[in-house]
């Protein structure tokens, strides 16, 4: 059996009050967040749902969290194999708790450790897939949130740079790589892609049909040379504030989004 967790398992247990329980995909995934801070809403299940992973392939989620993408991938993709990497050992505890809460033990793995100095028994390019949900706020404009575990979430301290450097790192040749990120950076992705990747396709998340996409979807494959294209992407929302039929059966279903 694969561990489910690779850190010191000393002090293990959550603090008293610390997480609340829920769930993802309908009820499908079982899956514990701090209670505080940093919680999460659409984009990891979004990420997870885009990742063209195919059975027994191993994939890699940089910036796990509490697990939600690398969860619901797994959820969707039988016998895919997820390795997690979080930087923050309590997120890091939580993530384990809910593979094992999942039955994924056999599937999920996570370790503790920083991107830039990644753990021995992550091989770098060793994986199929690799998919990040990295901080979307660049440093030099971000009013930091006061809540260290959320501004570590959510402000952008390293530069996509190293994120994307990180993931590509990590790809076998021809491997792909899966991120979301907000639309207004989108050209800070393509920068840092450069001309290591190809079939580059981006996917935007509109909010409503009138309005423009805040999010986006990128997928690349390193060493490709194929043209980049540009997909219809997902509405999610009705203008009552409803979730589309499109976007329900993501979310709640577990269905793909087109490729």
Wanted: include cysteine; proline fraction near 8%; glycine fraction near 8%.
């Amino acid at each position: 059996m694969r561990p489910r967790l690779v850190v010191d398992r000393e002090n293990e247990d959550t603090p008293p009050g610390y997480a609340t329980d829920g769930t993802l995909l309908g009820g499908r995934v079982k899956f514990r967040q701090p209670a505080k801070g940093y919680r999460v809403a659409v984009d990891p299940i979004l990420l997870a749902a885009a990742v063209p992973a195919g059975a027994d392939e191993r994939v890699l989620d940089l910036g796990a969290g509490a697990g939600a993408a690398a969860l619901c991938l797994a959820a969707r993709v039988a016998d895919c194999r997820v390795d997690c990497l979080e930087a923050q050992d309590q997120l890091a505890r939580l993530a384990a708790a809910n593979v094992t809460a999942n039955r994924l033990d056999r599937r999920i793995i996570v370790h503790v450790g920083d991107l830039r100095r990644p753990p021995s028994d992550l091989p770098r390019g060793g994986f199929d897939q690799v998919m990040s949900n990295p901080p979307y706020v660049a440093s030099n404009a971000a009013d930091a949130p006061p809540d260290a575990s959320k501004r570590k979430a959510t402000v952008d301290e390293l530069g996509i740079e190293v994120w994307i450097d990180a993931m590509l790192k990590f790809l076998k040749p021809r491997g792909r790589l899966t991120l979301i990120h907000r639309a207004d950076r989108l050209d800070q992705v393509i920068v840092a892609l450069g001309q290591r990747v190809g079939e580059v396709t981006v996917i935007p998340l509109w909010p409503r049909q009138d309005e423009p996409a805040r999010r986006v979807i990128i997928r690349a494959r390193k060493g490709a040379k194929s043209p980049a294209q540009l997909l219809p992407g997902l509405v999610l929302h009705r203008p009552d504030g409803a979730f589309t039929e499109e976007a329900e059966a993501v979310l709640r279903d577990g269905e793909p989004v087109e490729p």
